[in-house]
C-alpha cells in the first residue's frame, strides 16, 4: 500500500500499470543491458599451478569457506580470528602481542610494515637480490624516505660483511631483506642479521611471502622485528590475506611516531585493534574478510597437524630430489650454491636458444603452469613452485618429465 502511493509519487502514470506493478518503458530502463556473459558459467579448469603462487588448495580448505557469513564483529568470528592469530604465531614462531592477518595480499603486508615502522625522510637500508627489494626500495621512495639500497647480483645473497658495511655506513631506522626471492629461487640467510641491525638502532624486517612454511624460519630466536607473508603459497588457501607480526620494539616504534600512518586502512596498531592483539575492546575498522579468515584457519590447522618444522624438512627433501631429478634430465640450476636455494621454489636455466615462453605454454596445453623469470631473469630461466601440497615427489616426476619432453620439441623445432 506505501509502496504503491510512493510509486505513484515517484512515477508518472504510464510507467504504473492497474496493479500497481512498475512497467518498464524506454524512459526508466537501464541504459547499459545486462552483460549476457553473466548468464553462462566460467571456465575454471582445474591446472596444476606450478607457478609462483598461487598454489593448489586442498579440499579441506577449499570447503572452509562454504561455512555461513558471520558478522566481522560476531562473537563467534572474532573466536576465529583469535583461532588465526595463534595460527600465525605457530607459523612464525613468535610471542608477539601485535600479530595478524591484513586483508590484501603479500604486497599490503610490504605496504603495512615500511608505512608504519618509518616516517618520512628516515633511512630506509633495503638489501635488493631481485624483484622484491626493488619493489620495497620503490615504496620507500613514494613514502617519501630516504632510501639506500645494497645490490646484491640475481641469485646471490648479501654477506653478514656487506650488510654490516652497509648498515654502518647508511644508518637506517630499518632494514628490509626478502627471505624468499621468488624472482631467483634464493633463499636469503637470516641468522645473524637481526644482531647487526639492532647494534646500530636498526629494526630488521623481512618479507616470507615465498618462504614461510618452506624454508626455516623463527621469528624470536632470529630476532626479525617484522615479519610478513601471504597466503598463497606454502599455505595453499586463496590469495588474498597477508599474516603480518611485529616485535614489542617494532610496535613501539610504530608508538613513538610523530606524523601519523598516512593510510588509516593499513594502520597496524588500528588493525591490531581490530584483531584483539590489545587488552581492549575491539572497534569496528573494515568489514574483515569473513570466508578468507575461515579458509586461513583451514590452512593453519593443517600446519598445525604435519608440524611447521615437519613441513620445512619436507620442502628441503622434495627440494633435493627435484634438483637431482632435473639434473637426470640434462637441465641446470639457475642458483649454483646449493646451501642458498628455496626449497618451495626452484629456479632452472632455460638452454640455450630455446623460446622459454614456447615450453611454458606446452605444459599449460596440458593444465600444468610453471612461469618463466620475472625483471632481468625474464627469458632466462623457468620458476617451478612446490609449495604445502605440491611438494611432493610424484608431482615433481611429472613436472619434470613434462618440462623435458616440451624442451625437447622446442629443440627440434630450432
Ligand atoms: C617474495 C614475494 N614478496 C611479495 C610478493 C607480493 O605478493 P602478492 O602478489 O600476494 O601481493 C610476492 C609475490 O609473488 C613474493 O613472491
Known amino acids: 500500500m506505501i509502496f504503491s502511493r510512493l510509486c505513484r509519487a515517484q512515477f508518472p502514470a504510464r510507467v504504473l ?38 598454489s593448489n588448495m586442498p579440499d579441506e580448505i577449499r570447503s572452509s569457506m562454504n561455512a555461513p557469513l558471520l558478522g566481522h564483529l560476531h562473537g563467534e568470528f572474532t573466536k576465529i580470528m583469535d583461532d588465526v592469530r595463534e595460527g600465525i604465531k605457530y607459523l612464525f614462531q613468535t610471542n608477539n602481542r601485535l600479530t595478524f592477518a591484513i586483508s590484501g595480499t603479500g604486497h599490503a603486508g610490504m605496504e ?164 584483539g592483539c590489545f587488552d581492549e575492546p575491539r572497534r569496528y575498522h573494515h568489514t574483515g574478510m569473513v570466508s578468507m579468515v575461515y579458509s586461513l584457519r583451514a590452512a593453519l590447522a593443517a600446519i598445525a597437524k604435519e608440524g611447521v618444522e615437519k613441513e620445512i624438512a619436507r620442502h628441503q627433501e622434495n627440494a633435493i630430489f627435484f634438483y637431482k631429478e632435473l639434473q637426470n634430465a640434462g637441465f641446470e640450476p639457475f642458483v649454483a650454491n646449493k646451501s642458498i636455494r628455496l626449497p618451495c621454489l ?41 609449495f604445502g601440497v605440491n611438494s611432493n615427489q610424484d608431482k615433481i616426476k611429472k613436472v619434470v618429465a613434462a618440462l623435458k619432453e616440451a624442451t625437447e620439441q622446442a629443440k627440434a623445432k630450432i
Request: net charge neutral; charged share 20%; with cysteine.
Open 17 to 54: 500499470s492497474q496493479s500497481s506493478t512498475i512497467v518498464l518503458t524506454k524512459a526508466n530502463m537501464s541504459t547499459i543491458p545486462p552483460p549476457k556473459i553473466l548468464t553462462e558459467q566460467p571456465n575454471i579448469p582445474d591446472k596444476q599451478l606450478f607457478g609462483p603462487g598461487p
Open 112 to 275: 603495512v610494515a615500511v608505512m608504519n615502522l618509518l616516517e618520512p625522510g628516515e633511512s630506509f637500508l633495503v638489501v635488493k637480490n631481485g624483484i622484491w627489494g626493488l619493489r620495497a626500495a620503490n615504496l620507500g621512495k613514494r613514502l617519501s624516505l630516504d632510501v639506500h639500497v645494497l645490490e646484491v647480483p640475481e641469485g646471490q645473497v648479501a654477506t653478514l660483511d656487506q650488510f654490516t658495511a652497509a648498515v654502518k655506513e647508511h644508518k637506517p631506522k630499518v632494514v628490509f631483506i626478502c627471505q624468499g626471492e621468488s624472482s631467483t629461487g634464493v633463499a636469503h640467510p637470516l641468522e645473524g642479521y637481526a644482531d647487526v641491525a639492532h647494534a646500530n638502532g636498526a629494526l630488521l624486517l623481512v618479507d616470507t611471502v615465498a618462504s614461510i612454511g618452506g624454508a626455516p624460519f623463527e621469528q624470536d630466536k632470529l630476532g626479525v622485528d617484522v615479519v610478513y607473508t601471504a597466503t598463497q603459497k606454502v599455505l595453499n588457501a586463496p590469495p588474498g590475506l597477508a599474516p603480518i607480526s611485529f616485535s614489542a620494539k617494532a610496535e613501539e616504534k610504530i608508538r613513538s611516531r610523530k606524523t601519523p600512518v598516512v593510510s588509516f586502512y593499513f594502520d597496524a596498531l588500528e588493525l591490531g585493534n581490530y584483531w
Open 346 to 386: 626452484t629456479t632452472v636455466k632455460v638452454p640455450e636458444g630455446v623460446d622459454w615462453k614456447i615450453v611454458a605454454d606446452k605444459l599449460m596445453a596440458q593444465k600444468i603452469e610453471i612461469a618463466g623469470g620475472l625483471g632481468p631473469t625474464l627469458g632466462k630461466i623457468w620458476r617451478i613452485g612446490t
